[in-house]
């Protein structure tokens, strides 16, 4: 049995922002296990009050580099909510599409740039280039893909330019479209490559696993593997769902001495977001490729361990992949067209949900019948996980106590990357000295 | 088509001064038509998607807010061999990426331009608001002039 221990993590590498982990043991005996969370919280929600309803969207979209499109797409459909806007269906195809990019950028950034190095066993995806220089290639390759294809639905890669309430302020062309699938269809091959690779170092994930309460939307009609649509869920909910207006009974926020940010819980002490979340909630429902990669890591509905995050998001990778090639299909069969929008500026509130890459992002706006925000409320991924994660942090750690100082730090620091958090999210400035 | 040289504006303006490379392309963007031939880009915190925004260029002229240990609103042309990050994390987050690494990860996939040259730019505040400091609002001009004597000069291919 381990003897004393003192591990002090600050600001855990490769996740997004800064955040501490902090383990003590005496005698061999556990004193402290926390997940610590440092950083200022949520001050976009001040940011955006007395903001017109035209801005609210170009401003949370500077959220996060990482998530941007998510927060742009949500706060537009919070706005359109609150002022009771109708999309077309064209305007919500391509807005899948858009979001989807956001989806493969994300998760192959994460599979690729923050978890294969902990499988390969070096610090950073530089020092992985010499060591498996085809696997970075391809999953660069992907990135890129993910990022053109943001590019051309978002007018920007990051921090999207074409969304507005009611509508769309440009659309690509069918011509675009077809260019888009035709890559899409050869990210496929991409993403089985990149599959194998992972699937070569699996041994590597650690087992892992504590019975938790998932997360995530779901939609029924149709039954969609739902990233954008739908109503709350979680897998202790029997299918039965909650209205996305009624988010605040899901994630019921308390402050914690240990954290800035807030924690959430709904039927237990603390619940998980993200992919495997809506993998539990909805695997049956995942395209035939993303099923088949699921199959070859022998992940299955029910997994309660949250090392197999990263996995789930290959899977989904493949799923949005997949998906998109059909909402190109369907949208060239019926051709597109920039469409009018007229908004009528009136007094509400509205609140809205949608799957960011690292799970289940609310927003509720209010605004004034001019159309100025008066209220904003915003819940992002990050938050509802920080309980689970604390959680996960004790039943673990006891259960690899007898390890040595340095593979119980890799395992805490793994499971963290596994969650994915976005912690700070805002800055991003150079610190440097001169050399020469 | 990717033109051959590219301007990049890093930075969060919902953070002060952090944004002042997205407030200097904003600036360039209204006189883009003057250079036919460069792409301005205001890349936010877009931290790994920056390494798609620099291949296949010929040269990249990176602006971003940086802490140099000069006075507040000094500008600074540099390269990347002329500075050693000393940023805290020790390696690559996702969005705490330090572009000096990702810089490192295009050379190592030989897709790194021919010439990289970055204007740092020394913040007064970095907060959580929209405006920039004094300081630094007063000196865009300024900015704007050192950084298109550099747009000037004819790319070496």
Redesign the interface.
């Known amino acids: 049995m381990s003897k004393n221990m003192n591990i002090d993590v600050k ?1 855990v ?6 955040a501490n982990i902090v383990v003590n043991a005496r005698d061999g005996k556990i004193e402290k296990v926390q997940w610590q969370v440092p950083e ?1 919280p949520r ?2 929600e001040a ?1 955006v009050r007395g903001r017109s309803y035209e801005d609210i969207q170009l ?1 949370v979209s ?5 998530c ?1 499109i998510s927060h742009s797409l949500v706060a537009t459909k919070a706005v359109e909510n609150a002022l009771g806007l109708e999309v077309t269906e064209q305007t919500d195809l391509i807005r899948l599409l858009m979001h989807y990019s956001e989806q493969l ?1 994300s998760h192959i ?2 599979i690729g ?2 978890a294969a ?1 902990d499988f390969f066993g070096v ?4 020092p992985l ?2 060591k498996a220089t085809d696997a ?2 391809t999953i ?1 390759k992907a ?2 893909v993910a ?2 294809w943001s590019d051309l639905i978002g007018g ?4 999207p330019v074409t969304l507005k309430p009611g509508g769309m302020t440009a659309i690509p062309s069918e011509k675009q479209l077809r260019e888009l699938q035709a890559t899409l269809k050869n990210t496929l091959a991409d993403l089985e490559t990149i599959a194998k690779v992972v699937l070569s170092v699996a041994g590597n994930v650690p087992q892992f696993e504590r019975p938790t309460e998932y997360v995530s939307l779901k939609q029924t009609n149709p039954p969609t593997y739902t990233f954008y649509h739908g109503d709350i869920t979680s897998t202790d909910c029997n299918g039965k769902t909650v209205l996305v207006k009624d988010w605040h009974k899901v994630a019921n926020e308390y402050v914690v001495e240990q954290s800035t940010a807030k924690w959430t819980k709904w039927h237990r002490d603390s619940y998980a977001v993200g992919a495997l979340a809506r993998f539990n909630n909805n695997a049956e429902l995942l395209s035939d490729g993303a099923k088949k990669t699921a199959k070859a890591f022998g992940l299955n509905k029910g997994c309660c361990n949250p090392y197999m995050n990263t996995i789930v998001q290959l899977a989904e990778s493949v799923h949005v992949v997949q998906s998109s090639i059909a909402i190109i299909d369907k949208l060239l069969t019926k051709g597109v067209k920039q469409e009018k929008v007229t908004v009528k500026v009136k007094a509400g509130k509205g609140a809205a949900a949608i799957e960011a890459p690292r799970g289940i992002l609310f927003y509720e706006y209010e605004f004034d019948k001019k159309g100025n925000c008066v209220a904003a409320d915003i819940c992002i991924p990050t938050n509802q996980n920080h309980a689970n994660i604390q959680k996960d942090f004790e039943k673990l750690v006891p259960e690899i106590l007898d390890q040595n100082e340095a593979t119980i730090r890799l395992k805490l620091e793994m499971l963290v990357r596994a969650y994915d958090p ?1 912690v ?13 | 088509m990717k033109k051959k040289i590219a301007v990049l504006g ?6 002060a001064d ?1 944004g002042i490379g997205c407030r200097v392309i904003e600036r360039l963007l209204s006189q883009a038509d003057t250079y036919p031939d460069i792409d301005f880009i ?8 920056i ?3 620099i291949t296949d260029r010929y040269k990249v002229i990176l602006i ?6 000069t006075k507040p609103g000094t500008i600074k042309r ?1 390269t990347p ?21 990702v810089l ?2 295009a050379k ?2 030989g897709q790194y331009p021919d010439e990289v040259i ?1 204007f ?1 730019i020394e ?1 007064e505040a ?1 907060e ?3 405006n920039l400091s004094k300081t630094i609002s007063q000196k865009l001009d300024h900015y704007i002039s050192v950084i298109s004597a550099e747009l000037d000069v004819p790319a070496e291919k």
């Open positions: 600001h590498t490769r996740i997004e922002g800064h200022a001050f976009f940011m401003i500077r959220i996060c580099g990482i941007s950028q950034l994460h740039y923050l190095p610090p950073s995806v530089v280039v010499p970075v290639k660069i990135h890129r990022n053109d920007r890669t990051t921090h976005c700070s999210c805002s800055t991003h400035m150079l610190d440097v000295k001169f050399i020469r | 890093l930075g969060n303006p919902l953070m952090e205001d890349s936010g915190t877009g931290g790994m998607s390494l798609h925004l971003d807010c940086a802490y140099m240990g540099f061999d002329d500075v050693q990050s000393i940023k805290k994390l020790a390696h690559q987050s996702m969005h705490e990426v330090d572009i000096l690494k490192d990860l190592q996939l970055i740092g913040p970095i959580q608001r929209q």
